[in-house]
């Protein structure tokens, strides 16, 4: 079974900072997706960045940009110029490749961004 | 493009008792899935449906959790009876059918407290 870790429970910046929030990933195949997703406080959860396990070149989304290690089994979110809007619990998720059949996301435990002004 | 839809946003019952949750995906999707987010860690898939059938439902405790999707459209899921620690947000997702980026939208949650 594929199984997602976050390290780091809480993290926190300083407005127009920098910050990278890790995770790592466990399986077996060879043809998955990686996404990481936003969850602000009462708010519903939104996509933030997804990287195909086939492609070698790291996926970038205007602020948000990944560090994919493959081999390393790593997946990691970074956001430039962090703004007050970015304040939310960030999840690591793992998905398949199967195009039919369990499509399951696996998430892991989350990491808590705090924005400081 | 309406988003997904879920209801109620907040539900209290005590232990026990019964309740149900609704579910409308994106127009289109074929895929639906039901998540269990207990406070402070990531979402546990309970339950997916492709069109009206179950693809996946190992870990949905089928003792007490029942879910349906008639007509392959808006879904229901159902806890009877609930235990304290039932208490958590169950987020509702939908997918389109085929090839595709992977991602699955969610809908805003239910939030159900057992007392």
């Known amino acids: 079974a594929q199984t997602v870790t976050q390290s780091q429970p809480e993290m926190s910046v300083q407005e127009a900072e920098t910050v990278t929030l890790s995770c790592t990933y466990d399986t077996s195949e060879s043809d998955y997706y990686l996404f990481w997703y936003k969850q602000p406080p009462s708010r519903q959860m939104i996509l933030v960045i997804r990287q195909e396990a086939y492609k070698q070149q790291n996926a970038t989304e205007n602020r948000f940009s990944v560090n994919f290690q493959k081999a390393a089994k790593s997946f990691s979110l970074k956001i430039s110029d962090s703004q007050l809007g970015d304040a939310a619990m960030y999840f690591c998720a793992y998905r398949s490749g199967l195009i039919q059949g369990a499509q399951k996301l696996v998430f892991g435990q989350g990491t808590r961004l705090t924005i400081n002004p | 493009e309406a988003g997904v839809a879920q209801s109620p946003r907040y539900k209290i019952i005590e232990k026990r008792q019964s309740v149900a949750f609704w579910c409308n995906p994106i127009?289109?999707?074929?895929?639906l899935y039901w998540y269990q987010q207990i406070l402070g860690q990531g979402p546990k898939l309970l339950i997916q449906f492709q069109n009206n059938g179950v693809v996946d439902d190992s870990q949905l405790p089928k003792d007490r959790f029942s879910a349906e999707r008639l007509k392959g459209v808006d879904s229901t899921l159902k806890i009877q009876p609930a235990k304290l620690e039932d208490s958590a947000v169950y987020l509702c997702?939908?997918?389109?059918?085929?090839?595709?980026?992977?991602?699955?939208?969610f809908g805003p949650g239910t939030r159900l407290t057992v007392t």
């Open positions: 127009s289109g999707h074929a895929t």
């Open positions: 997702a939908s997918s389109p059918q085929g090839v595709w980026t992977g991602e699955q939208y």
